[in-house]
């Protein structure tokens, strides 16, 4: 395969980088893609489901205390700055 280089508006690339993030594919095989689309047919944009996007974010149950919400002895230091602690 060969190479090219070339100059992209950043925003364009912007697009590029978030779509290959999103579909986990290198940015070189979103450009080949977009380059080889027939003009006229609707494009296929997969969108990750909110759980693919927030999947990072999540606390198994399992490692939580069951009375996280109303122990006292977990709301120690609720409030105050780390540097009070």
Same mark, same amino acid.
């Given at each position: 395969m060969k190479? %090219? &280089?070339l100059k992209l508006p950043e925003a364009l690339l912007a697009e590029i980088a978030s779509d290959a993030r999103a579909r986990? %594919?290198?940015k070189s095989a979103v450009v080949?893609?977009?380059? &080889?689309h027939k003009p *006229?047919?609707?494009? $296929?944009?997969i969108v990750p489901s909110l759980? &693919?996007?927030m999947?990072? %974010?999540v606390i198994?149950?399992?490692? %939580?205390p069951r009375d996280l919400s109303s122990g006292k002895a977990h709301l120690k230091g609720? *409030? $105050?700055?780390r540097s009070d602690r």
């Open positions: 190479t %090219l &280089t986990n %594919l290198s080949r893609e977009r380059l &080889t *006229g047919g609707a494009a $296929k944009r759980w &693919t996007q999947e990072d %974010l198994e149950n399992d490692s %939580l609720y *409030g $105050k700055s």
